[in-house]
């Protein structure tokens, strides 16, 4: 397998950290080598968020990710800002509900997820993020469906047990 | 050995220090390394330890120290400007000869600086930022697992010298994630072993015994020379037992990096990306920071052109490399500053600029 560096990006308050562990989460579970690396900063809810994760057979040196191989953006600037740091033949995935200028490269390959509209339809758009994670993990095979769906058990288990059978739906609702 | 789980740096240091046998714990917030007072205030207390926040870095140093002539282990942790306002208790602490874990989770300075990483804090901790013959203790890990296994094997290594023992963490070690397999939990010290293991605790005179007596001030000189000779020996010995390094690909480089920390992880990425481009490329990756590991220079292949310090400060390192390089082979330098970190590819492009100004 070949090491997959991805990179989420977004406003902070989308979940971006989180589905990024998330994915982190899922890879160790599949015995796989991963490092999660959050940015950090006097960052809020509006301002933007990102992380990289890197996931691989082999041990792996660096966390930090100069040439994605895939991007995930959950908004506009992210797209502006961090389409230049894919690698060539990289996957692009747009929440297109808020992504209205897609790619402009033409050497990548861009997957437009309604994520927004979707998790509105679903009555909670705060769950766009479990939408895309589900979409990614499905076009991507990064990490298998089943330690996925045991993440998501753990990380709405407690008092955020309420909002597991919706988010399990968010996960599944791109096929 | 537990199973491997997925851990933020800063709780996993954290928990190291419990597992460790570490009971108290002073601090004071600072960015990057929040998590660990707000692990060990939820944490400790469950173990019959205790967590203090204190109103300031200068009062944690204090509290730390205080708590330690009791004979419990503790555990300080902060970041670069807060370490810089505790100097003065670490060159108490040597000179009494109080062992304490410190962790540094550094960002960028100088003064109040920024809030990414950073290592301009290596003069600092390896010269000491106190007054004073003393001497610390420095391990610069890379990875959150060996930054867990040191953190444990420091508060052993502390006890066993009577002194401060220091980890220099940074931001992007603090604030990542990945999987680690954590140290078993050492059994909570009773204050019975204590009395026996370390007789210079302060723990009440129980109504027959001399005084005992820990003190930094030793107004006589000749008294004081005694003491600064007595742990120079304590120096000489650390100086023998504790350089730890690892390298890797020494054999045939054109150029060797040295590197710790963060920064030796991107560069062990741009190695690989030079050796795609035909350029040989190897790595001294200091482990302890003082005593400086002199001794993994002499692995250095005649063949090499040239070594280069790769650090997160401006030629901090470089001083010391020079040093064990000892005139053998060029020392060029570089870096970032002020939180800013290099990607691989820069590394490589600098690395390529280097060789070829000295072509």
Redesign the interface.
């Known amino acids: 397998m070949a090491t997959h560096k991805i990179l989420i990006a977004g406003f902070g308050g989308q979940g971006i950290i989180l589905i990024g562990q998330m994915l982190a989460y899922a890879a160790m579970m599949d015995n796989k080598e991963v490092t999660f690396l959050p940015s950090y900063g006097p960052e809020m809810r509006g301002g933007t968020a990102n992380c990289t994760i890197v996931i691989s057979d082999s041990p792996i040196s660096c966390p930090l990710v100069d040439k994605a191989t895939c991007l995930v953006v959950m908004n506009q600037p992210s797209l502006a800002k961090y389409e230049d740091m894919v690698e060539p033949g990289g996957t692009v995935f747009i929440n297109s509900s808020l992504v209205k200028q897609g790619v402009k490269r033409s050497d990548l390959t861009e997957i437009a997820v309604e994520a927004g509209e979707l998790a509105i339809g679903l009555g909670n758009e705060k769950m766009a993020n479990i939408v895309m994670l589900g979409a990614l993990i499905r076009k991507m095979n990064f990490v298998s469906e089943e330690n996925m769906e045991k993440v998501l058990a753990k990380v709405f288990s407690g008092r955020k047990e309420h909002l597991l059978e919706g988010n399990r739906v968010a996960f599944h609702v791109v096929k | 050995m537990s199973e ?3 851990m933020k740096g800063n709780e996993a240091f954290a928990e190291a220090a419990i597992r460790g046998g570490c009971r108290l714990y002073f601090g004071y917030p600072i ?2 390394q929040n998590e660990i007072p707000e692990y060990m205030s939820r944490e400790l207390d469950k173990v019959g330890g205790a967590f203090v926040q204190a109103e300031s870095e200068l009062a944690a140093v204090n509290m730390a120290y205080g708590g330690a002539l009791t004979g419990k282990n503790v555990f300080l942790s902060s970041s670069s400007p807060g370490i810089a306002l505790m100097q003065e208790g670490f060159s108490f602490m040597a000179s009494a000869e109080i062992p304490m874990v410190i962790l540094n989770v550094m960002r960028g300075g100088p003064g109040v600086g920024g ?2 990483p950073g290592q301009a804090d290596y003069r600092q901790a390896t010269r000491g930022g106190g007054n004073g013959d003393y001497h610390i203790p420095v391990y610069g890990p890379a990875s959150i697992q060996e930054t867990v296994n040191i953190i444990y094997d420091a508060v052993t290594l502390a006890d066993r010298y009577r002194n401060p023992v220091i980890i220099l963490a940074d ?2 070690l603090g ?5 680690i397999i954590l140290p078993e939990a050492r059994e909570t010290v009773t204050e019975e072993e204590i009395r026996i293991q370390k007789p210079w605790a302060l723990l009440g005179h129980q109504d027959k015994k001399e005084r005992t007596v820990v003190k930094s001030l030793r107004l006589q000189p000749d008294d004081l020379e005694n003491h600064n000779n007595k742990m120079h020996e304590k120096y000489i010995e650390m100086m023998e037992e504790l350089p730890q390094y690892e390298s890797y690909r020494l054999e045939d480089a054109e150029v060797v990096f040295v590197s710790f920390g963060s920064m030796s ?2 560069v ?2 741009a190695m ?1 990306h030079l050796a795609e481009q035909g350029i040989k490329a190897g790595m001294i990756r200091p482990i302890s920071l003082w005593p400086f590991p002199n001794k993994a220079f002499d692995e250095i292949s005649p063949k090499t052109k040239m070594v280069i310090s790769a650090e997160l400060s401006i030629g901090q390192m470089m001083d010391d490399v020079k040093c064990a390089v000892c005139g053998r082979f060029p020392v060029e330098l570089l870096y970032r500053t002020g939180g800013m ?1 290099p ?4 590394v490589v492009e600098k690395t390529k600029a280097l060789l070829e100004v000295t072509k």
Request: proline residues 12%; without cysteine.
């Open positions: 491997k789980q997925l960015t990057p809030i990414q931001g992007m604030q990542m994630m990945e999987p992880r991107i062990r990425e690989d970190v990607t691989p590819l820069e």
